[in-house]
């Protein structure tokens, strides 16, 4: 019983540490007395444990704040500083790598586009990239604290990569080979879950608590907030949106099914839309989504009616996704909003036109404010997340055996 006893009184202390810090984080700048009253721990406690994040360099104290009748209290700071951390989109054409602190703030960024790559030659790459955003880390007492990864694909709870379609891959343990690489924790997630995921923490979903967002770039990606938190479903298979039928006699996806959403709404689909009726820009050298956003910028009719069709499309699914969820707010991100101006009144048109009418009221449609850093800002949450939790834990595991 003694050592029950202990244990407990160790995990209470884990716990309430734990809450400090967050209290610390959502306040920042806080004092002790007001970490105290908010929590509702007596002052005592709340000095050791702010002692303890004092010496961990989790925290700072800055300068004193305002008195409420007597000697003005010490403000206490989180050290957004202490750590970075890499958030990488793994696109199928691009691969974005942003380095953040524990906050979220982009300190530096590296992008590379490209086009049917190996598994090889894209790992070359997010080596590369990689590399190049540990090189720009400032000096901080924990240096890089992990790694995440957005894959347009299928994630298990394991965080293997079962299936990437538009990237050709099969049971790929990335997790693994970044882990031996570079000797820090990485996590793997399916980039339209940190999409969303980044939408709630940084962008333009902070203020809801249900929001469905629809990652649109080669392929279709959805990411799920119910009630404030990311739904991942039973085995963390949720939101593969991209790949429900909306065609029943419609062309063959990649994924093995006929008529996808992502055949007939995605910058894929729009390209080869494009390439078919001969489209070409004098300032780029191949067809590209930029190219046809230029075009219709210029006003050139096919263009036009491209971004418009695929604007149609887009309200068919996110419809269906209306009318399933009733969410407070749809949110349309990845390299797709960059057509904003074309995509949003055919999209808008149609959900007004086909939504049942109970499930537009409240609704909110808008377009991504973080474009196509959603997802490398999420992962790279989740990382700085991980590695707090882990950091108060750790030690929690080893208590445990």
């Known amino acids: 019983m003694k050592t029950n006893k202990t244990w407990n009184q160790h995990v209470v202390k884990k716990e309430n540490k734990f809450l400090v810090l967050e209290t610390i984080i959502h306040n920042s700048p806080i004092s002790r007395a007001d970490i105290a009253t908010s929590t509702g721990l007596n002052k005592g406690t709340v000095s050791s444990l702010v002692n303890e994040l004092l010496d961990e360099k989790l925290i700072n104290e800055s300068g004193p ?36 602190d524990l906050k979220g703030n982009i300190c530096a960024e590296k992008q590379v586009n490209f086009s049917s790559l190996t598994y090889e030659e894209i790992l070359d790459n997010v080596y590369m990239i990689t590399d190049s955003l540990i090189a720009a880390a400032p000096s901080s007492p924990f240096d890089i604290i992990g790694i995440g990864v957005g894959v347009p694909g299928v994630v298990n709870k394991d965080k293997k990569i079962l299936l990437a379609p538009n990237l050709n891959w099969r049971n790929v343990d990335l997790k693994s080979t970044l882990e031996q690489r570079y000797r820090v924790p990485v996590t793997i997630e399916n980039e339209a879950n940190a999409g969303a995921y980044g939408e709630k923490n940084f962008g333009i979903g902070k203020t809801f608590n249900n929001i469905i967002y629809v990652s649109v770039g080669i392929g279709i990606g959805v990411g799920l907030i119910l009630n404030g938190q990311l739904y991942r479903g039973n085995n963390g298979f949720s939101g593969e949106f991209g790949h429900m039928t909306i065609e029943v006699n419609g062309s063959k996806c990649s994924c093995g099914s006929e008529g996808c959403w992502e055949l007939y709404a995605s910058e894929k689909s729009l390209l080869l839309n494009a390439e078919r009726l001969g489209l070409k820009h004098d300032d780029y ?26 604007g149609k499309y887009l309200g068919v699914g996110i419809n269906n996704i209306i009318n399933i969820f009733n969410p407070e707010q749809v949110i349309i991100g990845n390299r797709m909003a960059e057509a904003e101006e074309f995509l949003k009144k055919p999209m808008t048109n149609w959900i007004h036109n086909q939504s049942l009418w109970f499930s537009q009221k409240d609704l909110n449609i808008n ?17 700085a997340e991980e ?15």
């Open 65 to 100: 704040g305002k008195s409420s009748g007597g000697r003005r209290p010490v403000m206490l700071l989180f050290n957004q500083l202490a750590g970075y951390s890499i958030g990488i989109d793994l696109g199928v054409n691009y691969i974005l790598g942003v380095l953040t």
């Open 285 to 310: 050298k191949d067809l590209s989504l930029g190219a046809v956003i230029d075009l219709a910028h210029n006003g050139q009719t096919d263009a036009i009616q491209l971004f418009e069709e695929i």
């Open 367 to 383: 377009f991504s404010n973080l474009r196509t850093h959603s997802t490398a800002l999420g992962v790279a949450a989740f990382s």
């Open 387 to 401: 590695f707090l939790y882990r950091t108060i834990y750790e030690d929690k595991v080893i208590s445990a055996l």
